[in-house]
Every structure is written in structure tokens, then in C-alpha cells.
């Protein structure tokens, strides 16, 4: 006898059931894509932050070896866009012999927010002892999370790594006038000069030539320098370091850093060639206020 045929209903997926596994799996996508993405990013970084201290470590250890009977250094460049370091031969980059510069390019998503080398942008070591004269540190960060970064750090003693620090839970930081971001509604491209007004002390206003931190396309515009200002007797440095992360032919976003501990002294920042007023004010004790700019948008988000 033969059995009786099963139900067909039973034996296959309807449409209503396709439909849902389809959208399911549609789903996952939209959320793990993102996901994937942002690990990329990570990894690109990490990778980055791996070939620079790697790249120090064998210009060191080019130098010790006497190679070509010179001297080997990293130079940083963060004014062209993407940033890049520079393997080179000489006591320093100005005067190297570019026929052996390595230039390495930064990938698109990641760029060099700080460095911190004396006065420079370069490491050089001294042949017999791997030394170096120019100790302190260069930041390195993802463009779209500035959450990100590493740090790495060279020492007098030649010695060269990463510093590991936790970023604290936005949720948790406290938010003050450290960093703060502008919103400016007006092609800067072309101007002239960013401007420190220090309001007590108009000797040692500083005027920013614009042109010089631009980068090639300029798209991206980096200063970060200190000025001497105070009573003849008793001048203290104020650092700062403004940037902007988008810049066009109708706008762009400044990014100031004013770090309360290294800065005591009333400031105002201008661009000479906005004749209506100011991007932002610092009382001495670093409470900001809103510039009077009429190209200003919106109030200064501290980040």
C-alpha cells in the first residue's frame, strides 16, 4: 500500500515566511555594516599607529648602524592633506638630501591632530648612543571620531611607544572651553590672518599667517604654536592649536583648543578679514563667549 502523500502546505515555505527570513537578514545587514566599518577604521589606525613607532625605531636603528655614514630622522606633516611622515637622511629635514626620503601618506580617515616635538615636526637620532634631542609626543586620530587616538611618545633616551590611555564615557567628561567647536558661515580660504587679541595686553597680539597652515587643496587649515604674553617681567606661554575639520568655498568648522592649564590670559581670536566682529572670547579663567562674527552660526559647542 502506498502512503499517503504528506500535506504540500506543510512541505514548503510560504510567501509570508520568505518574505520574513528576507527581512531579517536585511535587518543584520543594516546594523552589522556600520558595525564593520567603524572596526575597519579602528584597525586602520591601529595599523598607522604600529608603522609610525615602527618607522622611528628603524631610522634609529639606520642611524646606529652608520648607514651611508649619516644621520636618520622622521619628519610629520600635518599641512597637506592626507598627512604623511617622512623617512629622511640629515641632521634635519630642511637640510636632508631628499634622493633618500621614504614618504609614507596617511590613509583618508585618519590625520595627525597634535605634535608635540619642541618646536619642530621631526625626530632625529644621534649616531653612536640612538638619542635624541627632540623628546614629547604626536597624536594621531580617526577624522570622523576624534575619540579616537593614539599616542606616541619618543623620549630623550631614544626609547619610542605608545601611550595607552582610556577615553572617558562622553556621558562622563566634563565638557569645558579645552575644545570647542564654530560654526562659520563664510568662504576663509583666501584671507589673510587669523588674529590673537589679548584685550590686557595689546603688545603681544599674534597674527596667524592664514595662508601658511593651509593645506594644498585648502581644504584643511592646522595652527599650533604659543605666544609670550603678560608684563615685561612676568610673561607666561599661552598654547593653543586651531584646525578645522570642514572647509569650503561657502563655510567652515573651527576647532580651537585652549587648554586652562597652559593659558592665564584674556583672548579674543579674529580674522582680520571678517570686519564684523570676532569668532570667540576667553575670560583669563577660560569661560568662552559667543563671538559677535555675523557670520557665526549658532552658539560654541564644547566637545
Not at 134 to 156: A, K
Not at 231 to 244: F, G, R, V
Request: neutral net charge; glycine residues 6%.
Amino acid at each position: 500500500m502506498n502512503p499517503k502523500p504528506g500535506n504540500k502546505k506543510n512541505q514548503s515555505f510560504t510567501l509570508i515566511e520568505l518574505l520574513i527570513v528576507l527581512s531579517i537578514i536585511i535587518i543584520v545587514l543594516i546594523i552589522s555594516i556600520p558595525a564593520l566599518k567603524n572596526f575597519q577604521k579602528k584597525s586602520t589606525l591601529e595599523s598607522l599607529t604600529d608603522e609610525i613607532i615602527n618607522t622611528l625605531r628603524f631610522s634609529q636603528n639606520k642611524t646606529l648602524a652608520s648607514e651611508k655614514s649619516g644621520q636618520y630622522g622622521v619628519y610629520f606633516d600635518n599641512i597637506n592633506a592626507p598627512n604623511q611622515y617622512i623617512l629622511f637622511k640629515g641632521i634635519d629635514f630642511n637640510s636632508r638630501d631628499p634622493t633618500f626620503d621614504e614618504i609614507h601618506k596617511f590613509s583618508d580617515n585618519v590625520r595627525i591632530y597634535q605634535i608635540s616635538l619642541g618646536d619642530g615636526k621631526e625626530v632625529v637620532f644621534k649616531k653612536v648612543t640612538g638619542e635624541t634631542n627632540t623628546s614629547g609626543n604626536i597624536v594621531i586620530g580617526l577624522i570622523s571620531d576624534s575619540s579616537q587616538l593614539r599616542t606616541i611618545y619618543v623620549e630623550n633616551s631614544g626609547k619610542v611607544g605608545l601611550t595607552t590611555s582610556a577615553t572617558p564615557l562622553d556621558t562622563s567628561r566634563i565638557k569645558d572651553s579645552r575644545h570647542i567647536h564654530l560654526a562659520y558661515n563664510r568662504d576663509v580660504r583666501n584671507d589673510t590672518f587669523l588674529q590673537l587679541v589679548f584685550p590686557d595686553y595689546p603688545n603681544d597680539n599674534y597674527d596667524i599667517v592664514f595662508q601658511n597652515y593651509l593645506n594644498l587643496t585648502k581644504t584643511e587649515f592646522y595652527w599650533e604654536g604659543s605666544v609670550l604674553v603678560g608684563p615685561a617681567d612676568s610673561k607666561t606661554e599661552q598654547k593653543l592649536i586651531i584646525h578645522t575639520h570642514n572647509l569650503t568655498e561657502t563655510s567652515a568648522q573651527f576647532c580651537i583648543h585652549r587648554d586652562r592649564r597652559y593659558n592665564d590670559k584674556a583672548l579674543q581670536i579674529k580674522i582680520f578679514d571678517d570686519g564684523s566682529g570676532n569668532l570667540i572670547s576667553y575670560a583669563a579663567d577660560g569661560q568662552e563667549s559667543k563671538g559677535t562674527s555675523i557670520y557665526l552660526l549658532g552658539d560654541p559647542q564644547q566637545q
